[in-house]
């Protein structure tokens, strides 16, 4: 029985930042902090001339300006393919690129200083289509080309399929660029220690890879770089990518005096990453009797300047172009392309919310050309234990798609009964809308392991140690969890180390909604070894078997006679006397294969997450304006270790695809902050019912899979098929403003 497993504790850490003890980077304020700032181009495409530095060298408190020259090590970072220089060399690529760093006594003398630098530019052509990107008269971004990867997946005989469908549906839909807009705007600051290590505290997701980028760009050993993870919040991706970090770096490395960043919201969404747009042209073939037969996709996605993770994304929309659905014949060609927009990277979903929007469309057109019911050819086609994927991977277990439709069926068809009937003003009109989705937990067939350590002293309490970055989704908790529930002790008396680079070993990154299922192993593993030890010497003790004993409430506990048992204090003092280890260290990699570079065809994920949301919406025909009144979600998370936290994942993620559906795009060289993008506000917020499914995975923590991503995926494609069934009329291109909804509407 789950003593602490399945309970919506206390989240780790939550007192602290209620009452403002958890310090963000940019309330950590070190004696004597140099303050740093950054020129950026104002050209998308330029060579660099000249870089004039005598002006601001003269401003009073300033201390230095660097440039590329100044970087130690290798000039270049970025997470998959390095191509991103720190600060650029030769050319800028897109509007807002980092040319120079200013070190001044003050943020007033640094601003200065960055108005004093003048950069003498030879303009280049510019290119911000990735369609017009891929033809051989663009202008090349980089010289190896604009094409940065073409991802094809090959089952079947499309041609085939597609020729003996009994319908065809061929259509194009494009999504824009995003913002990830979290509340703290990226900061950081460092100092060097007596030793040497540059440490810089950082707003991240990754720590261990800001160790290691750092490192690089410094030609310094890893050991001598620190990075801790300050409070965050929230990231959604973006926190992925290095930002401060290699700034503050190269200042501490020349200066070794503290220094600080912070940007301010502008410079946020001036040089941050943004959602990748796509565009995605789908043919989908259908027999008589709704079975899917034949998918035909063509996925461009645009990812800026840098690659950032665009090879990520662009394999992840191409594995997840069928939906949640079993098609034998298959061929789907996915480019991810060069352009002078802002650098696109992760974020939240990775390629899966906007491949989604497609394929769920493409499924309501479907159900519309044969007179079926969207929820029934759902349920016909969704993938089952022992179905097989577009790329042959045959699933085994957790497959829990079908148990999302069913968990919604009830609210479908009383909706059906009821919403549209309800009386309403005469200048609305009403819709249903379901939307359903398969995510893949971690990184795409290749390895993306975690470490964990635990540790009891002698006097019996416990230290759990995790790279993992909490960011808010509260994987500190989680893990804190598994390791209570393996030790039996309560989570509150076990101290927790997160996300520091001299104490914690490498989790990975805190994206695509690997930590619970990755990092949840890999403490289950690390804290089973360490309860080895200690129920071995409570079986001296007692004088009965070690199977026969359990680790609960501070105890080793004889299952037959409870009164039989012996505190942990004494079991760890006992074990250390006679020098057993009472440190452990877990790691776990799920087990998958690349893909095949030429047919897509392997096994890219150990576990997949799967949803259906249902909709509904109300459109009003004179403006456009779309109302989202009830969101049902029911999700298959394999086994929710905290409930409230995955009831909170699905309600952020409802109201983050809500923005993605109707009103977010951010539109290079004219967003320049809030003013100029809508997110939603609490007078958008819908009813947002949660059904959690638990179909177990036999291979996580308890059976726990993930829901970061998985929350958001569904609810733009569901709310979009509800305006479809409201006017009749479908839209193409996200968001679905008011202005465009309204558009449609009048078209002929």
Not at 92 to 118: C, D, M, N, P, T
Not at 240 to 266: N, S, W
Not at 563 to 574: D, F, M
């Amino acid at each position: 029985m789950a003593e602490y497993i399945r309970r919506a504790i206390p989240r780790i850490g939550a007192p602290d930042l209620a009452r403002g003890r958890r310090l963000f980077s940019d309330d950590i304020h070190l004696d004597k902090s140099l303050v740093l700032r950054v020129l950026r181009s104002d050209k998308a495409h330029a060579r660099i001339v000249s870089l004039d530095l005598v002006r601001a060298h003269q401003i009073p408190g300033v201390v230095r300006i660097f440039s590329a020259a100044d970087v130690p090590g290798i000039n270049l970072h970025g997470i998959i393919n390095k191509d991103q220089p720190l600060l650029a060399q030769e050319k800028v690529r897109f509007k807002g690129e980092a040319i120079a760093l200013v070190a001044a006594e003050s943020g007033e003398a640094a601003e200065q200083a960055i108005g004093a630098i003048r950069v003498h530019y030879e303009e280049l052509p510019p290119v911000f289509d990735p369609e017009e990107s891929l033809k051989d008269y663009a202008p090349r971004v980089h010289e190896k080309g604009n094409l940065l990867f073409q991802r094809r997946i090959k089952k079947g005989d499309v041609k085939k399929g597609l020729a003996e469908s009994h319908r065809v549906v061929r259509q194009t839909y494009t999504t824009p660029h995003l913002e990830h807009s979290y509340l703290e705007p990226d900061a950081g600051t460092g100092y060097v220690d007596r030793d040497g290590t540059l440490v810089i505290y950082a707003s991240t997701q990754n720590p261990h890879y800001d160790q290691k980028a750092v490192s690089e760009l410094l030609g310094l050993d890893e050991e001598k770089i620190r990075i801790i993870q300050a409070a965050t919040g929230g990231a959604f991706g973006s926190k992925l990518d290095l930002t401060v970090q290699g700034f503050i770096g190269l200042a501490l490395y020349h200066l070794k005096r503290p220094v600080r960043l912070a940007y301010d919201r502008e410079e946020a969404y001036l040089a941050t990453s943004k959602r990748h747009p796509l565009i995605m042209r789908m043919e989908s073939g259908v027999g008589r009797d709704g079975r899917l037969l034949a998918l035909k996709a063509r996925i461009i996605c645009d990812t800026g300047a840098y690659a950032s993770y665009g090879i990520a994304v662009a394999t992840r929309a191409a594995v997840h172009a069928s939906g949640p659905y079993e098609i034998e014949n298959v061929e789907v060609e996915s480019l991810c392309v060069y352009t002078n927009n802002p650098t696109a990277g992760a974020m939240r979903g990775f390629g899966a919310p906007q491949i989604a929007f497609a394929h769920e469309s493409q499924m309501d057109i479907l159900a519309h050309e044969l007179g079926m019911d969207p929820l029934e050819i759902r349920r016909m086609n969704v993938l089952r234990p022992g179905s097989y994927t577009i790329t042959g991977q045959k699933l085994e277990a957790s497959v829990g798609i079908l148990k999302t439709l069913d968990a919604i069926e009830p609210y479908y068809k009383s909706a059906k009964e009821h919403w549209k009937q309800q009386k309403t003003t005469s200048n609305q009109k009403r819709g249903i809308g379901i939307g359903a989705m398969w995510y893949g937990i971690g990184n795409t067939g290749v390895q993306n392991p975690s470490t964990a350590r635990i540790e009891m002293a002698p006097e019996g309490y416990a230290t759990i140690y995790t790279g993992a970055a909490d960011i808010g989704q509260g994987s500190s908790t989680v893990l804190s969890q598994i390791a209570s529930e393996i030790l039996g002790l309560e989570p509150s008396k076990m101290l927790l180390v997160a996300a520091d680079t001299q104490c914690t070993t490498n989790a990975g990154a805190t994206s695509a909604s690997r930590q619970t299922y990755i990092s949840g192993n890999a403490m289950k593993e690390a804290a089973e070894k360490l309860a080895d030890v200690l129920l071995t010497e409570a079986a001296d003790i007692l004088k009965r078997p070690k199977a026969s004993l359990v680790l609960k409430d501070g105890f080793a506990v004889d299952k037959e006679d409870q009164k039989k048992k012996v505190p942990l204090p004494k079991l760890a003092h006992r074990a250390h006397a006679k020098g057993r280890p009472l440190t452990w260290q877990g790691y776990f990699d799920p087990v998958t294969t690349p893909l095949d570079p030429k047919t897509g065809q392997g096994n890219p994920y150990a576990t997949y997450a799967y949803a259906c949301h249902l909709v509904l919406a109300a459109v009003d025909p004179g403006t456009g304006e779309v109302q989202v009144s009830k969101v049902v979600a029911a999700h298959d998370v394999g086994k929710a270790i905290h409930p409230q936290n995955v009831e909170g994942q699905i309600h952020g993620g409802v109201i983050m695809g809500l923005g993605f559906a109707l009103m977010e795009e951010y539109i290079p060289g004219k967003t320049s902050s809030m003013a100029d993008y809508r997110i939603p506000t609490s007078v958008d917020i819908p009813e947002i019912i949660t059904l959690i499914i638990e179909d177990e995975e036999p291979t996580g923590p308890f059976g726990a899979k993930g829901v970061g991503e998985p929350a958001l995926i569904p609810t733009a494609p569901a709310i979009l098929n509800a305006v479809a069934d409201a006017l009749d009329r479908r839209i193409y291109h996200l968001p679905a403003t008011p202005q465009s909804v309204y558009t449609r509407i009048r078209a002929t």
